[in-house]
């Protein structure tokens, strides 16, 4: 089964910098999109960014010019680059795989890793 092993996560002070990165391993044939996903508490759990195998991006419009997302695809690693952060981006950050293989969908996703930013 694919397992997504999450790093980076954190306390970090308001305006510092965190880089998240997501592993995905064991038996995958390809991964059409990797993302992150973020929970706050007492709110929903929202998309915060996306990456195709084709390098297409789509962001949240709160993180737009602070966050970055890349991804390795021989790897099937995926990285987000925070910057800038606000105490409002504190949240548990889970990373998302999806794959679609003879026409199955697939989804995977993380244990989740903390993400804290004090003022």
């Known amino acids: 089964q694919v397992q997504l092993v999450e790093s980076g996560g954190g306390l970090v002070q308001a305006g510092g910098s965190l880089r998240l990165s997501c592993a995905a391993s064991g038996s995958i044939f390809s991964m059409n999109a990797m993302g992150w996903y973020r929970q706050a508490p007492g709110k929903q759990r929202e998309l915060v960014a996306a990456?195709?195998?084709?390098?297409?991006?789509n962001y949240v419009d709160s993180v737009k010019g602070r966050f970055t997302i890349s991804r390795d695809n021989a790897k099937n690693t995926v990285y987000l680059q925070m910057t800038s952060l606000k105490p409002e981006d504190t949240a548990v950050y889970y990373c998302?795989?999806?794959?679609?293989?003879?026409?199955?969908?697939?989804?995977?996703w993380g244990q989740g890793t903390q993400v804290t930013v004090s003022s």
């Open positions: 990456i195709t195998s084709g390098g297409s991006i």
């Open positions: 998302n795989a999806y794959s679609v293989v003879a026409g199955i969908p697939y989804d995977y």
